[in-house]
């Protein structure tokens, strides 16, 4: 049974740092593109950033190029979003996902559709 959780999150005020880490079982996790998604109050679905299987590869979307970095401890079973200089904009429900996809792609990683294996996400309130 493959299980994804995300852990971290909590309450960070604009201008701080907050880190999420995702832990997977149940998976072959180096043979998976991971990617963070987000949803804010009354807003769609978003990617944020996504990695390829070794870590050699990233994408980011415009809005938080310079403030979150993605990264994995393939080891560990482990996905991480280092969120820095965080905007309240940031505020949302974060999830950890899991594609099957056998390359990344910029125009394809943030794909909904591509990734099977999600978790329950994970609450980041920012507060101003």
């Known amino acids: 049974q493959v299980q994804v959780v995300e852990s971290g999150g909590g309450l960070v005020q604009a201008g701080g740092s907050l880190r999420l880490s995702c832990r997977t079982s149940g998976l072959t996790f180096d043979n998976y593109i991971m990617g963070w998604f987000r949803q804010a109050p009354g807003k769609e679905l978003e990617g944020v950033p996504c990695?390829?299987?070794?870590?050699?590869?990233?994408y980011y979307a415009d809005s938080v190029k310079g403030r979150l970095t993605i990264s994995r401890d393939n080891d560990k079973h482990t996905l991480y979003l280092q969120m820095s200089r965080l905007k309240p904009e940031d505020k949302a429900m974060y999830y950890c996902?899991?594609?099957?996809?056998?390359?990344?792609?910029?125009?394809?990683?943030?794909?909904?559709?591509?990734?099977?294996?999600w978790g329950k996400g994970n609450q980041v309130p920012v507060s101003t």
């Open positions: 996902a899991a594609s099957a996809d056998p390359v990344i792609y910029p125009t394809t990683c943030f794909r909904q559709s591509d990734y099977k294996n």
């Open positions: 990695i390829s299987w070794s870590g050699g590869s990233t």
